[in-house]
């Protein structure tokens, strides 16, 4: 199975229009998060209706720039996407478990979502062992370092992968982490970026 992985696109068409092009050879989609800017709900249309338009399986998480609500509201009519969030669904028979937002809280304010650290434990909470983890935020100490060169990620993201050991684990949310692989005792870890990452399973 082979999956076409991407996040952080903040309303660029271009790059949307790219990640399509690339849809014809892959079998699902797996966006991290940040879709549009500052929570304007009026743009996820602008990269996520080029992606709809695939018609291929989509898994998403909201960013911290959307909320899970408003990407489900978003997605109502969009059959074959899958908007996760302390959630999970089967997908090309593997299992996807999914967590949105931004964890830790970032300092951009109120209009971010966000987590904290306690309040990711808990969403991670039913996360089975050996599935595909898709998150808006890296781990910590993996993909995760920002353009000041410090490590921003989440303890919680990098608990819950040690204690169930996804195949996987698809992140954004630090851009300039983005396209880069890492891994985390053995397991890679994909911060996608909006340039998008071809992954075979």
Not at 30 to 38: I, M, Q, R, S, Y
Not at 157 to 162: E, H, K, L, T, V
Request: aromatic share 6%; with cysteine.
């Amino acid at each position: 199975m082979k999956l076409l992985l991407f996040s952080d696109l903040h309303c660029d068409h271009a790059a949307a229009v790219s990640l399509a092009r690339r849809a014809t050879g892959v079998d699902i989609l797996v966006g991290a998060g940040d879709f549009t800017n500052l929570r304007n709900r009026d743009h996820l249309p602008d990269c996520l209706d080029v992606l709809w338009a695939t018609g291929k399986p989509t898994i998403l998480v909201a960013g911290n720039n959307e909320s899970t609500d408003e990407l489900v509201a978003y997605c109502r009519d969009w059959s074959a996407a899958h908007v996760l969030h302390g959630s999970g669904v089967e997908a090309g028979g593997m299992t996807f478990f999914g967590v949105g937002g931004g964890i830790p809280i970032t300092p951009f304010g109120s209009w971010s979502y966000d987590f904290d650290e306690d309040q990711a434990a808990g969403l991670f909470a039913g996360c089975p062992a050996g599935c595909v983890l898709v998150t808006h935020s890296p781990p910590k100490g993996v993909g995760d370092v920002s353009g000041r060169g410090a490590s921003i990620g989440s303890t919680a993201i990098r608990d819950a992968i040690r204690r169930v050991r996804p195949r996987l684990v698809v992140c954004g949310h630090v851009h300039a982490s983005g396209g880069q692989t890492g891994y985390l005792d053995g397991i890679p870890v994909v911060n996608a970026g909006p340039g998008g990452v071809e992954w075979e399973l």
